[in-house]
């Protein structure tokens, strides 16, 4: 089973902090993404990678950056910490390729944010 | 560019049927199909490819109809493990850009 690791389920920072957050995917995957999920606004991506040290911004990029150092980990960041960055944070990958069951996207369990 | 997810909210009895729809304003590659339970991690359901058939999934099926630019799920006599929030994802153009924008959800609660 392809198992998405999110380092913490439950965060709590106070504004201006610096935030780190880590995702590893156990699949040799070679795409990564950053979504934050806010109730009624679904999954909203925030960043994506398709390979190591590749990132591409998503729809809601302000206020975070990423890191993909090693194709298997996945690095969201918030340079200073705001309270409307308080959000459920999940991490999914794929496996590219020709369509079909490649795309198909591995969630982690998510990490809480608050930020106070 | 998110797509439209309708109703956004449905309850329904055990044993019931109901539809969840998704539309795009651009035209569809694929639409895939997850589901999450309350405090658990999205689980893909089923993908839906531009020119391919109705999916289906035990009791769960799903269509695709490329000229609307839109999909349903179809969920028949529904159980109580069914509950859950329920996405669509898109994937827009004619290729496969891995990249998958997520609607807003529609919430399922099934009653005993």
């Known amino acids: 089973d392809v198992k998405v690791t999110q380092s913490s389920r439950y965060l709590v920072k106070r504004t201006g902090e610096k935030v780190f957050l880590e995702c590893v995917q156990d699949?040799?995957?070679?795409?990564m993404f950053w979504y934050r999920q806010d109730p009624g606004l679904g999954l909203r991506l925030i960043y994506f990678?398709?390979?190591?040290?590749?990132?591409e911004k998503g729809d809601i990029p302000e206020g975070y950056s990423v890191s993909r150092e090693k194709k298997e980990r996945f690095s969201l960041i918030l340079e200073s910490a705001s309270t409307n960055q308080t959000s459920m944070y999940l991490c999914?990958?794929?496996?590219?390729?020709?369509?079909?069951?490649?795309?198909?996207?591995?969630f982690g369990a998510g990490t809480r944010l608050s930020v106070l | 560019q998110q797509p439209v997810q309708s109703p956004q909210a449905v309850i329904l009895r055990e044993g019931e049927d109901a539809v969840i729809n998704c539309s795009s304003s651009k035209a569809l590659y694929s639409v895939h199909w997850y589901r999450q339970k309350h405090g658990e991690a999205p689980v893909f359901l089923m993908i839906?490819?531009?020119?391919?058939e109705q999916k289906g999934h035990e009791k769960i099926s799903a269509s695709f109809n490329e000229k609307k630019q839109q999909s349903s799920l179809y969920l028949t006599a529904s159980q109580l493990s069914y509950s859950g929030t329920y996405f669509c994802?898109?994937?827009?153009?004619?290729?496969?850009?891995?990249?998958?924008?997520f609607g807003s959800g529609t919430r399922l609660s099934i009653r005993p």
């Open positions: 999914a990958s794929s496996h590219s390729g020709l369509a079909g069951d490649t795309d198909i996207q591995y």
């Open positions: 839906l490819l531009k020119g391919g």
């Open positions: 994802g898109t994937q827009w153009g004619d290729s496969s850009a891995s990249k998958i924008i």
């Open positions: 699949m040799d995957h070679e795409n």
């Open positions: 990678s398709y390979d190591v040290k590749m990132k």
